[in-house]
């Protein structure tokens, strides 16, 4: 019973390794496609228009599909006692905002994937599911993620979330900035169904001008900086506000775009050595082998 526990050891190590050789020849294009566009779009939004009404969170979801509350019982503002992330249910969320020194007036902060100029997630992520295109969106793509959730890591505004509840085929989650939509020609979701234009969408760099300007108009209303200009190297979506950005939600997270030395290092090793689902498949027949050799012997000693 041994000699045969070891040759189906054997037999098996050599079909698995011959997969995995098989596999090498073949190498695995990883590398991301990573579009900056000048004419990449952008949304600007202002947190001093912005009256907390949560329309393109109701919004967001019709356009996407998902299952959502009808757009009345959107104006419970109960869900203001807590400040909320975006997750596998809700990939946009309104947060509310108090501070004593303006006497108690909310301000309210929309949160989203930012669709960085330089994505993080697209550096780390190592099989290239993650792509940033000509139009400004961060997109991902489940037929190429093995579930590393590596760019939930990475991402420096904690946005990818994951649908643990699903246990066959969990998808990573996130704001694609209405991709098919915009492609169609058609505004974001969120946008077009603000009521009071607290979201602009166009070109980022005429955004920018348009933020410049309000803020030289009404220097008095707003802080003299534009939130996501130059934070991480630049995002798509970009802020003006009333009061410092930290106190809203908005982290501060420096002007360099964040991939680092990872995407060059992770991009080589994986495209050139063995995928991580055969090295799992691998790992996975040694145990089953070595566990059923157990059993084996286990049976001979009774």
């Not at 991402?155 to 492609?183: H, M, N, W, Y």
């Not at 979201?199 to 410049?212: D, S």
């Not at 300007?213 to 970009?238: D, L, N, Q």
């Amino acid at each position: 019973m041994k000699k045969k526990t070891r040759r189906d050891f054997l037999k098996t190590s050599a079909l698995i390794g011959t997969a995995v050789a098989s596999s090498s020849l073949h190498p695995a294009k990883a590398g991301p496609k990573n579009i900056l566009s000048p004419d990449r779009m952008g949304v600007l939004v202002d947190t001093t228009v912005c009256v907390g009404c949560r329309s393109c969170e109701w919004a967001c979801k019709v356009a996407h599909g998902r299952s959502t509350q009808p757009l009345a019982e959107y104006e419970d503002r109960s869900v203001y006692q807590t400040s909320r992330r975006p997750d596998h249910e809700s990939v946009t969320v309104v947060n509310e905002h108090r501070q004593e020194e303006s006497n108690g007036t909310p301000v309210y902060t929309k949160v989203q994937c930012m669709h960085c100029d330089h994505p993080s997630c697209v550096s780390a992520c190592i099989v290239g599911a993650f792509t940033k295109e000509e139009n400004g969106s961060v997109v991902w793509d489940t037929n190429k993620c093995i579930g590393c959730r590596y760019c939930m890591v990475a991402c420096p505004f904690q946005i990818p979330a994951f649908e643990f509840g699903e246990a066959l085929r969990p998808d990573v989650v996130k704001c694609d900035f209405c991709f098919s939509r915009t492609q169609e020609g058609k505004l974001p979701a969120c946008v077009e169904m603000c009521p009071v234009e607290a979201l602009t969408y166009g070109p980022r760099t005429e955004l920018i001008k348009v933020a410049r300007e309000r803020i030289r108009r009404a220097p008095e209303k707003y802080v003299h900086h534009i939130y996501g200009e130059t934070e991480a190297g630049g995002t798509s979506w970009m802020y003006l506000a009333s009061r410092d950005f930290a106190g809203l939600g908005l982290p501060n997270v420096g002007t360099h775009a964040m991939p680092g030395t990872s995407e060059s290092i992770q991009h080589g090793i994986f495209a050139y050595f063995i995928p991580p689902v055969l090295l799992y498949a691998m790992l996975g027949g040694v145990m089953w082998v070595t566990r059923r050799g157990k059993e084996s012997e286990h049976e001979e000693l009774k």
